[in-house]
């Protein structure tokens, strides 16, 4: 895995100058297998395959604290706005944890996210254009 790489598409993910599927191609092609977001410690780690992990911080300002209840509709919607309308990452990280998101996982592999909160509820987010039970 690439340090360097994964620091770049961290940081242009943050500035937004990336969208998601090229941010997926070279994380994936650098040997990510899935990647952790974590909104209580305001930083992200990637992990390939062979144990090398990577920590980037989550360095927007001014963030809501976790909201306590999960409110899978209103991430649901901070979702679809990123993918239909290109949300910029800032305000779909805002918005999800104002939706009680307290972190997710972003499994390149198996294609999907899922999301959590602080009581444990889940959602499952597929990657557009991948279907349950399929992996790459």
């Known amino acids: 895995m690439n340090t360097e790489i994964v620091t770049q598409a961290a940081r242009a993910t ?3 100058s990336i969208p998601f ?3 997926v191609r070279r994380l994936t092609e650098t040997g990510v297998e899935y990647y ?9 780690r990637f992990y390939s395959a ?3 992990v990577v920590t980037t911080p989550i360095s927007y300002e001014g963030l809501p604290s976790v ?3 999960f409110d899978a509709a209103g ?12 949300q910029h990452y800032r305000d779909f990280t805002r918005r999800a944890m104002e939706a009680g998101v307290q972190g997710y ?27 349950p039970g399929a992996s790459k």
Not at 36 to 44: C, G, N, P, R, S
Not at 107 to 126: A, P
């Open 50 to 52: 062979t144990g090398e």
């Open 36 to 44: 952790h977001v974590d909104y209580v410690a305001l930083q992200k």
């Open 75 to 86: 991430l649901r919607a901070a979702i679809l706005d990123s993918q239909h309308h290109g």
């Open 105 to 131: 996982i972003a499994f390149l592999r198996g294609r999907r996210v899922i999301y959590w909160g602080r009581g444990g509820d889940q959602h499952t987010e597929w990657f557009p254009g991948a279907e």
């Open 67 to 69: 909201a306590a209840d």
């Open 14 to 16: 943050l500035d937004g």
């Open 21 to 23: 599927p090229e941010v």
